[in-house]
């Protein structure tokens, strides 16, 4: 073998160890080792970048594009809501997962499927007292299956009809001239999957689920005049086993209804107050039809969708100690609206503008991005953290995100 041949076994042997050792960043591992070999002169920067020009990268880059709009939009969590439903069993549980992935997966790429998934798969185990370690590899397993059934199901599809293109000079593939050989190798993965998944996969469940979250905040959510809630009862509305969080009581034409029957029937308006961990009040936030309370988030600058959710802890020198909320003067003070207080790891109830902050006191606060950067050496708090994927998503643009889903599907079939 010439010196070309080895270097590349090199190369190749070296990116796999740095993959496995470290935990670099992989673009720039494979980007190292690419830029090794054109500096060597083993492949020329026409041959290195000439892959990007392929018909099937570019076809798999715009679906990220799509997928993260349904995601952004909260389309994917209305889409997962009602298609896994209520599960009557663990093999109830892994059909409702798989069914519908594999649908998916025929139409979006497997892999930014699974990645959306994988939350909504997760919260909904913990809702029903379910292993997620008996849901994740059928989730995995149902996304591969159904990406073989079409063209744009998998990357590798798309990147092999790409070299068709190039080199056998053809029209390439049709959507769905894979299914006749796809489809019916899903179908027996899938039953292959319910039959014995029951013992094949273990029964592990998180260590943190064991233990009660030390923080705990009090919420307040409205329900929107005009929303999807309106009319329908606590557990129709999907509030009733919702993980980390309970309905606590409604606050309804100045009276409270107090230890909420599941068949009560929402009213526009209603005030909803929530008990929950600060990551569990992050999903109420995704809830369509629901919006906080506190009237002082629409006094900020910029649409919600470009603010996120941050925890701080105030300190015995800051100016709003001693003061509620509302005579601080917390938002314009900030440029930051605060949602719920937790003391000592317990939530504080009643309207939030009128609380009286104490030294050590846990704020939830929603603010713009740029929040932690102007304020975590702020003398006022001692410490501020941003909750992870905390930005409220777009609801008003879901349909745009799924019609221009179905467009998509429609024009890759008919050519």
């Not at 719920?340 to 030294?359: F, M, P, S, T």
């Not at 941003?386 to 409220?392: F, H, K, M, Q």
Request: aromatic share 6%; net charge positive; with cysteine.
């Amino acid at each position: 073998m010439i010196w070309e041949g080895w270097l590349t076994v090199v190369v190749l042997v070296a990116v796999f160890g740095v993959l496995v050792m470290t935990r670099a960043a992989a673009d720039m591992v494979f980007l190292g080792g690419l830029a090794v070999l054109v500096l060597s002169g083993v492949v020329t920067p026409r041959e290195a970048f000439g892959g990007l020009a392929n018909e099937g990268v570019i076809t798999l880059a715009v679906l990220y594009v799509v997928v993260v709009g349904l995601q952004e939009t909260g389309a994917i969590r209305w889409i997962g809501r009602s298609l896994l439903g209520r599960p009557r069993s663990l093999a109830h549980a892994q059909g409702r997962v798989m069914t519908p992935v594999v649908f998916l997966s025929m139409f979006l790429n497997n892999t930014p499927v699974v990645a959306m998934l994988i939350p909504a798969v997760r919260d909904w185990a913990k809702q029903f007292d379910l292993a997620p370690s008996k849901l994740m590899i059928p989730l995995s397993y149902a996304a591969i299956l159904g990406g073989t059934c079409t063209l744009i199901g998998t990357s590798t599809n798309l990147v092999v009809n790409g070299l068709l293109i190039e080199h056998a000079g053809t029209a390439g593939l049709k959507m769905f001239d894979l299914a006749w050989v796809g489809l019916p190798i899903a179908a027996a993965g899938v039953v292959f999957l319910l039959l014995t998944a029951r013992w094949l996969l273990p029964d592990r469940r998180p260590v943190s689920s064991q233990f009660d979250d030390p923080r705990e905040y009090s919420v307040e959510m409205v329900v929107d005049d005009n929303g999807p809630l309106v009319g329908r009862s606590i557990d129709d509305a999907g509030l009733r086993q919702l993980p980390g969080v309970f309905l606590a009581d409604i606050h309804r034409d100045g009276g409270v209804l107090p230890a909420v029957s599941p068949r009560e029937v929402l009213e526009a308006g209603d005030q909803l107050v929530f008990a929950g961990a600060p990551e569990s009040v992050v999903e109420l936030q995704k809830i369509r039809g629901l919006r906080p309370a506190t009237n002082q988030l629409f006094k900020l600058k910029g649409p919600r969708s470009e603010r996120a959710l941050f925890e701080a802890v105030v300190s015995a020198t800051a100016p709003v100690v001693g003061r509620t909320i509302r005579d601080g003067r917390f938002r314009v003070r900030y440029n930051a609206v605060v949602i719920a207080v937790a003391r000592n790891g317990r939530r504080l109830r009643g309207k939030v503008g009128e609380i009286v902050l104490r030294e050590g006191d846990t704020l939830l606060i929603e603010a713009r991005p740029s929040f932690y950067e102007q304020q975590r050496n702020n003398r006022d708090f001692l410490t501020i953290s941003r909750l992870d994927d905390s930005t409220p998503p777009r609801h008003d643009r879901a349909p745009v995100a799924i019609t221009l889903l179905g467009a998509m599907v429609l024009a890759v079939s008919f050519g």
